[in-house]
């Protein structure tokens, strides 16, 4: 069904992530990536239908590593993954190639309503006038552009 990379520094969170996949999604690979440079690498070398990117990792960034794979495959949907509220950050990440935003607070199910939209290509719609992101109303899914 879906091949899942789940790129986070924080051992705890993968497991986190790759448990409520296997819960909701029952994808058929989940892999995992604990910095920038090996999901670079992993994203290069292997067919991903979605990449979960946290946005703070030690060595390159998750915006850096957003563009790096957005380079190599721009239509791989990227779905940076963090604790910061949307409204701060997301506007930076849609600009940078990423087809959404979830917040790290937010409900599981929220996560898993995203990689279900960036693999079927659906984008949500939604005009947000204080933060100029687009995604759906009153949740952290904050923005798509697919």
């Known amino acids: ?5 789940i790129v986070d520094d924080h051992a705890a969170v993968r497991q986190g992530v790759r ?29 991903w239908d979605v ?3 946290d946005v ?3 060595g390159k960034s998750g915006l850096e590593a957003l563009r790096a794979m957005k380079r190599q495959n721009p239509r791989l949907p990227v779905i940076m993954f963090s604790v910061y509220p949307p409204e701060q950050v997301a506007q930076r990440f ?3 190639g990423a087809c959404g935003y979830v917040s790290k607070g937010g409900p599981a ?14 984008a949500a719609e939604r005009s ?8 759906p109303p009153e949740d952290s899914l904050t923005a798509w552009r697919l």
């Open 1 to 5: 069904m879906y091949r899942v990379l």
């Open 19 to 47: 448990q409520v996949l296997s819960e909701k999604l029952h994808p058929d690979v989940q892999g995992e990536a604990s910095n920038a440079d090996e999901a670079i690498e992993m994203t290069a070398h292997e067919d």
């Open 51 to 53: 990449v979960i990117l």
């Open 56 to 58: 703070n990792m030690p």
């Open 94 to 96: 849609l600009a940078a």
């Open 109 to 122: 199910e929220e996560l898993v309503q995203a990689i279900r939209k960036a693999v079927s290509g659906q």
């Open 128 to 135: 947000d006038e204080s933060s100029g992101v687009s995604g």
